[in-house]
Nanobody
Framework: VQLVECGGGLVQAGGSLRLSCVAA????????MGWYRQAPGNQRELVAA???????NYADSVKGRFTISRDNAKNTMYLQMNSLKPEDTAVYYC??????????????WGQGTQVTVSS
């Protein structure tokens, strides 16, 4: 199973970007999915998460600006980012709890996509 992200880029402050993350492979189930970000010199932090049932939670810094969603049939998660600020600049990583044929859940990470917000 692989997590493949796309949608990062360079945008001016106040602009919008939409990130996507697809879980690709065969014979697996996906539980909670989330977006994390890591800016230079900072620890990786949770941005938003969504359960398989659609329950969401957000970091305080992005509430009201970012929206996380998912399409379970497509094993795809999205992050709509509006009113972007320079402090949102970071590498954004997709994360998912995935179970294959074995009964255990494992954490998977995407390769990361750069989001840069210019002032």
């Amino acid at each position: 199973v692989q997590l493949v992200e796309c949608g990062g880029g360079l945008v001016q402050a106040g602009g919008s970007l939409r990130l996507s993350c697809v879980a690709a492979g065969s014979t697996f189930s996906v539980n909670t999915m989330g977006w994390y970000r890591q800016a230079p010199g900072n620890q990786r932090e949770l941005v938003a998460a969504i359960t398989s049932g659609g329950s969401t939670n957000y970091a305080d810094s992005v509430k009201g600006r970012f929206t996380i969603s998912r399409d379970n049939a497509k094993n795809t998660m999205y992050l709509q980012m509006n009113s972007l600020k320079p402090e949102d600049t970071a590498v954004y990583y997709c994360n998912a709890e995935i179970r294959g044929l074995a009964p255990s859940w494992y954490d998977y990470w995407g390769q990361g996509t750069q989001v840069t917000v210019s002032s």
